[in-house]
């Protein structure tokens, strides 16, 4: 949560951006960042799995096809997640704000699919638009196994609309100073 708003507070976006960079190079950069160490976070548990196949002499995933993809939807949905903290910390100033932005947004994102339930609508088709862009449900494809382009095409499209999202409001935010 602190990628721009840290910025914005301490007042050192102006520095930033009259060094010798693009906005886009600042977003992306900032981006990657996240991504990189959202991807350590995940770091020990391929060591736990490595530790487990050395001590044991066995594959501690059986099928090593559902545990590859399940970790690869898993960084789908991190690049998504995080490009939304990425926009809510160039919102705002304060960390918590931005923390809570981002947390109602993926919250939401999450619970988008149970809007048909709770609405009691009964068309197959309005349920079936809101499956597709249920989490829930494209981690059960892709823990068995199963991979399917259509997240790939959701997570990354919605991952480079919120970062050029991103992109807009630090130069709004930039020339409005």
Same mark, same amino acid.
């Given at each position: 949560?602190?990628?721009?708003?840290?910025? %914005?507070? @301490?007042?050192?976006?102006?520095?930033?951006?009259?060094?010798?960079?693009?906005?886009?190079?600042?977003?992306?950069?900032? *981006?990657?960042?996240?991504?990189? %160490?959202?991807?350590?976070?995940?770091?020990?548990?391929?060591?736990?799995?490595?530790?487990?196949?050395?001590?044991?002499?066995?594959?501690?995933?059986?099928?090593?096809?559902?545990?590859?993809?399940?970790?690869?939807?898993?960084?789908? @949905?991190?690049?998504?997640?995080?490009?939304?903290?990425?926009?809510?910390?160039?919102?705002?100033?304060?960390?918590?704000?931005?923390?809570?932005?981002? *947390?109602?947004?993926?919250?939401?994102?999450?619970?988008?699919?149970?809007?048909?339930?709770? @609405?009691?609508?009964?068309?197959?088709?309005?349920?079936?638009? *809101?499956?597709? %862009?249920?989490?829930?449900?494209?981690?059960?494809?892709?823990?068995?196994?199963?991979?399917?382009?259509?997240?790939?095409?959701?997570?990354?499209? @919605?991952?480079?609309?919120?970062? %050029?999202?991103?992109?807009?409001?630090?130069?709004?935010?930039?020339?409005?100073?």
């Amino acid at each position: 949560m602190r990628v721009f708003s840290e910025e %914005f507070r @301490m007042g050192t976006l102006e520095t930033l951006t009259t060094a010798p960079v693009t906005d886009w190079q600042i977003v992306l950069s900032k *981006f990657c960042g996240v991504m990189f %160490f959202y991807c350590i976070l995940w770091a020990p548990s391929f060591l736990s799995f490595a530790a487990f196949q050395y001590i044991t002499g066995h594959s501690a995933a059986n099928a090593s096809g559902a545990f590859l993809s399940t970790f690869l939807l898993l960084f789908l @949905m991190g690049l998504f997640f995080c490009s939304i903290g990425c926009f809510a910390s160039a919102l705002t100033k304060d960390q918590i704000i931005a923390a809570t932005i981002s *947390f109602s947004l993926i919250l939401m994102f999450v619970f988008l699919p149970f809007l048909p339930l709770v @609405m009691n609508i009964s068309a197959p088709a309005i349920r079936e638009i *809101f499956s597709y %862009f249920s989490p829930a449900e494209h981690m059960q494809d892709f823990s068995k196994g199963l991979i399917d382009t259509r997240p790939f095409v959701w997570y990354l499209s @919605m991952t480079s609309l919120v970062i %050029f999202l991103t992109l807009q409001v630090l130069q709004y935010r930039k020339w409005k100073t």
